[in-house]
């Protein structure tokens, strides 16, 4: 607290967990004087939940000092296996509502956690993996690729017989009511996706008036569409698979600084020139600086 004439200053220090600092997004300072007779007041800080939640399992593996974890398959889980997970989880909490209410929150947090792990590990496929588990690409972006991928060749197909229209025939028929069917498949998976939704004709032969110009028009909207939505999961999965590596090697350089370093010169023109190495000793100090020493 510093005192200058009749200013009163103070400066606190705001201790945050290193774990979390990582996860911060912002923080901000709160007014409270309106609803509190203190002269603090709180910092309000905002995570990144969906990051946050998945380093738990990791730390405290490495807090117990376990080799493994466990990993819930959730783009795996049926409707099924998701109903079973709820009536298991409201059978294992059997503790009343009053007596509930009665605890503290900590106890409270405890108590559902405990039982959502219970019901979880009974009913949801799971498997085993290391702590430097690196998640392989999820299954929702790689069917989302393949969708996308799948109106670039359709796409493609459509310019050939505006280029070609003497080539149409009923084969191409055939394979747009199989494409219809994807199409429609795409537009109820992705419908919050498409600021519009076309309407596709059920034959192509409709298409050949304007030379097939519409359908052309539609497919590129709905591509472009698809295409920004992919760019932002593939740059989200991204953040995470250099993440899970930034945890790797910060990992490595706590427990095992060699891998530390082999990790650090595992890429392509990267290296450390030592030209100067000082070596610290409590009584002999030294410095290097002959390659040969």
Known sequence: TFHRNNLITRVDYVWSCPLLKGFALTACIFDAQDICTSDHNPVITYYDMSLLLTSIKLARARQLKRNTRRVFKFDSVTDLQWTEFADKADAICDVSPSTFSSWHINQMCEYLQSRILKAANATLPSSTVGNNY????????????????????????????????????????????????????????????????????????????????????????????????????????????????????????????????????????????????????????????????
């Open 134 to 293: 690196t998640p392989k690409v999820p299954k929702d972006l790689e069917i989302l690729t393949q969708h996308y991928q799948f109106l670039n060749r359709l796409m493609h197909s459509i310019r050939l017989l505006r280029k070609y229209p003497l080539t149409y025939s009923v084969a191409h028929e055939h394979k747009w009511s199989v494409h219809l069917i994807r199409l429609h498949n795409i537009l109820q998976l992705y419908k919050k996706v498409f600021t519009f939704v076309p309407t596709f004709p059920p034959s192509l032969s409709s298409c050949r008036q304007d030379n097939f110009k519409s359908l052309l028009d539609d497919l590129s909207n709905i591509s472009k569409s698809l295409r920004g939505f992919h760019l932002l999961q593939e740059k989200e999965f991204q953040d995470s698979f250099i993440r899970a590596h930034l945890d790797d090697r910060n990992n490595n350089f706590e427990t095992d600084l060699s891998s530390f370093i082999d990790s650090a010169l595992s890429r392509t023109r990267r290296r450390i020139t030592l030209d100067r190495v000082f070596i610290d000793h409590p009584t002999h100090p030294q410095l290097l600086t002959d390659p040969k020493d």
